[in-house]
Structures are given as C-alpha cells and as structure tokens.
C-alpha cells in the first residue's frame, strides 16, 4: 500500500511512496503528529541519484521488521534536499557540526519542536566498521526518549542555541580589491594539482566556477599562471573518466585525483557550468578541444536532460542494470576488453583499447574500465576513431539507462540556460539558443506562474509546493541576463530586473548580508545562510553577480549597491578559502573591471553584436538592437545612433565612454578579443 508520498512531484519521494515506511513530507502535520503520539521526528533527507539513499532505502526502508519499528516509534519525515534545500542546509549545518563530516543520505531524529538531538548519515543493516546497525540506532534513540528526556531536551537546545549563535562574518565594509584578489591567486597556486590539474586531492569535483575566475583574472590582467590552471585543469578533466568519453558531459566528480574513475551520477547543475565555462576557454584560447567539450555538453543536457515541456531535468542516476540484471555503479558507461571486442571486431577493438585506456585488468571494478584518453598513441586515424565512437555509442544505447530525476529545479535550469545561450552564440547553433528560450520560458509560466514568486522545483508541468530560495533567484536571473544578451530581446531583461527587486525586498539584511529564504518564507530553527560555493554559485554570489549584471544594463544605483554589499562576503572569505568561494570571486573581478557595457546599435547577431558577445572583458554586459524601438528594450541602447548609417558599438564604464567605433576589429580590442 502507498503512503503519503505517492501524492508529490518529487521523484526521490515517489521511490518511496511504496516503502512500507509509513513516511510524512516535512510538513506541519507531521511534526503535530509528533507531538501528540508523543514520539521523535526520524529525518531523512537524500536525492533521486544519489546512491548510498539507495543502499539504505534497500536495506532498511524496504525490510517489514525495521519499518514496524519505525513507524511505531517515531513519526517518519523524508525531504528531497534538492527540494527543500533550506532544510537540508540547516540539518546538515548541525550534523556536520556534531560529527564533523555530513553527506547523503542524511539520517536526524528531532523532538516535535523540529530540535535536532541525535544524527548521523549512511547507516548499515549490521553493525559494521565502528557502525552501530540502524535497528540498534533506533532503539537506542527510543530508549533516550522514554527514559533520559530531560538529557534529550537539553542537547536538542543546546545544538540550537550552538547554530543560533553562529552569525555571519561579512568582511565588514568595502568589496575585494587586488589585495585579496592576490591572495585568493596565491591560495590557488598552493592547492593546485601540478601533475593532474584541479585543486586538492581526492575526491576531486570539477572546479568550474573557479576557473571562470581564472579565466576572467586573465583577461583583466595577463596573468599567464592563471589561464595555464585554467586550461591545464580543463584538458585533464577532458581527457578522463570524468568525461563521458562517447556520450558527452560530465560525471559528479572522480574518486581519484587522476580524473580515472568518477561517481558516475551525472547532474544538470555540473554540466552547464562546465559547458558554459568551456565555451568560455574557447573564448580565451581558441582552443579545440575546448570547442569540442563545451559543444558535447550541451548537446548531452539537449538529448539526455530535457524534458518534455522544454526544461531540464536535475540528473542521471549512477547506477544501472549490468549483464547479470544487477543494479550497479557505472553499468552503463564502463567497458571490459571482451566488450569492446564484440562491438568491434579484434583490431578495432585493440585500436580502441589503445585508444581510450581499456586494459586487460580494468581500471574500474570486476575488470571494466572507465573510457578516458591516456594519449601517448600519437597520431590518430580521425574517420576511424568517429567510426569506433559512433559503433560503441550505439552498443551502449542497448544496454539498460540510468534512471532519470525528472524534477526541473529553477536555479539549475537558469544555470543551464546562460550555458546554451552563450554556447549556441558562439558557435553559430541557433537550436541550441533555442532550447534555451524554451527553458527560460517554461520558468516564466510555469515557476513564475500567477503568484508572482518564483517556485523551486516543476514536473511534469506543474509546479511544486516549495518556495525558491536565493539561488533559484540568483541563478534564474543570471541565466535570463545571457539570454537578454544573445537574443536582443528586452522583455529577459525586464524579468530578471523582477527576479531581482525580490531579491532586494525578500532576501536582504543588513549591512550587504543576504539570506537563503525568504522574510516571509517558513521559518526554521536557523536562517539559512551560507556564502560559500560547493557545487553550484551559492545563492549569495549568484545572486550578487545578477545584481552586479543588471546594474549595468540599467544603471540602476540600488542593484549596484546591493551587489557592493554582497560582495564585502568575498572580501573576508577569498584570501581564505578561495576553492569555495570561486564564482564570488569572478564575480569580483568583474566589479573591478567595470562591467563593461557594450551598447550595439545594429543587427542582432550581425558582426558588431557577435565581437562584443565574444569580448573577454570580465562580465561585461551586451545590448544589441536598431530601430526607434530598441531603447525602450534595453535602457544602454538610448540615444546610441547609427554612425555614418553604419552599425555602431558604444563601449562604457565607471561612467565613462570610448568614442563609438563601426568597425569590428576595433571593438574587439576594446573588449580584450
């Protein structure tokens, strides 16, 4: 029989609506259902592809005797972080304070009051490793309740009273100069993997957002030592397991610091980034091979991701069926030397070997290897290795897929939308500018809808019930400002300039400070607030890099002011932890580079609108567009007339204008191109 959760959208909730957990969504309810039965809150909080939720769903959530337990006992409560992820900050921010490590599947027991007292994360059927079993857990935690209640009361307020008291250093006054510009470099340089490209050691995740910064830092001063990081990290991840050598587009992260074996999952959030940041070394560079990667990713997000109504789902799973009808990790991706030779034939296959790493005692597990591009084999037969690419693709499209999380979050799929408007613009692919429209335009009337406020999460058309937080805001606007950009068309401008005043009315405090929730959002044991970038910009600096974009457009003094403000963060964390705070620092480099702002009077998509759209500058801003109507779209198009009746670029910033310039060579020069 189904419980409660066979009435979500989230696909993570429905892999449980069958369980015979008797399971509530984090709702009122559930935590009035606590008071009155008189029983903790058991708290699990996970995702759709995460692989470790699916041992333990197995294991404990699926076996009758842990479930009569539980459901005896506690009032069961599961989320979908990527969902409500102000409750998985909150609870994450008190798990990794207790126990000094977190991740998912998360596991909280809470009184009534929502008061976290005891926490862990992944635990065993068995007692194992140090391990107590989860049957043991819950006895354990049964037994505190009934017999020790004042201890619990007293540790779940004093883990309160612990996260209340942690306010937020903000850098005090002003915003990052080249002092802590510097010292974030420095810092860089230290972690920086010589030998393998990225930063620190293994696990390793790709570092996207820093390398925009690298690569901005770059175009604003000619520091070779950062664009060498910067493209040396990216042909690492390019040529390694992390790439989807057939398919394109990037796994969640490698194991090893080499980039051989990665956690298989991939996730729409990496993939744009990491499409939007190759497309922008190629930019840089001219460089090929960043052609090739940043145009596979985006075509992977356009064939593997895109949903139905024209968004972009949140991510494939890790695991698959193998051979043997097991569920297992990387199924679908690795390769043994004997499959390669039904594939392909004895010579192709050792070709392909050599070619892509395969070895006779695998790189991976059970002898299979992960596909990656070791080099050293010199020159390669081109048409061959399309040939060999083209016949293993079409093998592995047999083999059982991963699952798919369907659920379209906003900030993703604004992220998602910068990354194929800027894409399709650079290498003349208008479908790819246009399943970027068809996102952002599912966002408006879907996520937007009538209320006004922007919803966290759709599917299948319709939808959820959680409120956006500031990176749904952030990121959404953002993603909005590049469309603006490419398109010509005003009306992105203007609804990233609502995005924002809600911003500044909903999510802002004193002194610069922002917020994850909103004033009027439900109100947890803490704010949520974090600046810090792990996997995506952070709600904070997406939101402050928005905030700076659009002030350019409109010179709008309050946006300005506000990114200024939210900038004062990456002033104190920079020169600290600069791998966590990369796109805030990106952000910075283009507050002191200006923006730029490149007013184009002239054909969208013409020669003009195309060198100002491939401009380094850092964060520069483009409006394009002719005609008596164009200035009432963008605000930097007023009184820009046609020189000579030729089309004409402007270029501006701190209030200042070059002299107008027709020709497209001079433009780019003004533009670092």
Wanted: net charge negative; charged share 25%; with cysteine.
């Amino acid at each position: 029989m189904a419980n409660r959760l066979a009435q979500t959208t989230s696909p993570y909730l429905l892999q449980h609506a069958d369980n015979p957990v008797d399971w509530w969504p984090w709702s009122p309810e559930a935590f009035e259902e606590s008071r009155k039965r008189d029983v903790p809150v058991l708290l699990s909080v996970g995702y759709a592809s995460c692989h470790w939720c699916h041992v333990m769903a197995h294991e404990s959530f699926e076996d009758e005797t842990v479930a009569a337990y539980l459901n005896a006992h506690f009032v069961p409560v599961k989320v979908d972080r990527e969902e409500r992820p102000d409750v998985d900050a909150v609870y994450m921010e008190a798990v990794q304070a207790a126990t000094g490590h977190g991740g998912w599947p998360m596991t909280v027991f809470l009184t009534p009051d929502a008061e976290p007292f005891y926490f862990g994360t992944y635990f065993p059927p068995e007692a194992r490793h140090g391990s107590p079993s989860f049957q043991q857990v819950l006895e354990g935690v049964t037994a505190a309740w009934t017999d020790r209640r004042d201890e619990v009361a007293e540790v779940a307020g004093r883990i309160v009273a612990d996260l209340a008291g942690r306010s937020l250093v903000h850098g005090g006054d002003g915003v990052p100069g080249e002092s802590e510009i510097a010292q974030a470099l420095l810092g860089l340089t230290r972690e920086y993997d010589e030998q393998h490209g990225g930063f620190g050691g293994a696990p390793k995740f790709p570092p996207a957002m820093v390398v925009e910064f690298l690569l901005r830092h770059y175009a604003r001063t000619g520091a070779e030592g950062a664009l060498q990081m910067a493209a040396d990290t990216c042909s690492a991840m390019a040529r390694g397991g992390i790439y989807d050598q057939l398919g394109g587009g990037f796994a969640r992260y490698s194991v090893d610091r080499e980039w051989v074996v990665p956690h298989f999952e991939k996730m729409l959030y990496d993939n744009a980034l990491l499409c939007r940041v190759y497309a922008h070394l190629w930019r840089t560079t001219g460089s090929h091979e960043a052609r090739r990667i940043a145009l596979e990713t985006a075509d992977f997000m356009v064939r593997e991701l895109r949903t139905a109504e024209g968004g972009f789902a949140s991510a494939l799973d890790a695991d698959s069926e193998d051979a043997d009808g097991r569920h297992v990790e990387g199924a679908f991706y690795v390769w043994t030397p004997e499959q390669l030779r039904e594939v392909l034939g004895e010579d192709d296959a050792a070709f392909a070997a050599a070619y892509f790493g395969v070895t006779e005692d695998g790189t991976f597990e059970e002898g299979a290897s992960v596909l990656r591009l070791p080099g050293g084999a010199g020159p390669v037969d081109a048409a061959r290795l399309a040939d060999v690419r083209a016949r293993l693709l079409a093998a592995r499209e047999e083999r059982p897929r991963p699952g798919r999380d369907d659920k379209v979050v906003a900030a993703w799929n604004g992220l998602a939308v910068a990354a194929l408007a800027e894409t399709g613009a650079y290498f003349d692919r208008p479908d790819l500018v246009e399943r970027a429209t068809e996102a952002a335009d599912l966002l408006v009337r879907v996520h937007l809808g009538e209320v006004a406020r922007l919803t966290r999460t759709s599917k299948d058309g319709r939808a959820g019930d959680n409120a956006g937080v500031l990176e749904d805001y952030g990121d959404v606007a953002e993603g909005f400002l590049a469309l603006a950009a490419v398109t010509g068309e005003g009306a992105w401008l203007e609804f990233a300039g609502f995005l924002l005043d809600i911003v500044l009315e909903q999510f802002t405090g004193e002194g610069g400070q922002l917020y994850d929730t909103a004033h009027d959002a439900e109100q947890l044991i803490r704010r949520p607030q974090d600046p810090t970038d792990s996997a995506t910009p952070s709600g904070w600096t997406a939101a402050a890099g928005a905030l700076l974009s659009y002030a350019a457009y409109t010179g709008s003094e309050a946006h300005r002011t506000a990114a200024e403000g939210a900038l004062g963060v990456v002033k104190a964390l920079g020169p600290r932890v600069p791998r966590f705070v990369g796109w805030g620092l990106a952000v910075a480099e283009a507050l002191l580079d200006g923006p730029r702002e490149v007013a184009v009077a002239g054909p969208v998509g013409g020669e003009l609108h195309r060198t100002a759209l491939l401009g380094r500058a850092p964060g520069a801003v483009v409006a394009a567009g002719e005609g008596p109507g164009a200035g009432a779209e963008f605000p930097l198009l007023v009184d820009r007339p046609l020189v000579g009746g030729e089309p004409t670029a402007y270029v501006c910033r701190h209030f200042v204008c070059d002299a107008p310039t027709t020709d497209a060579g001079e433009l780019a020069g003004k533009l670092g191109g």
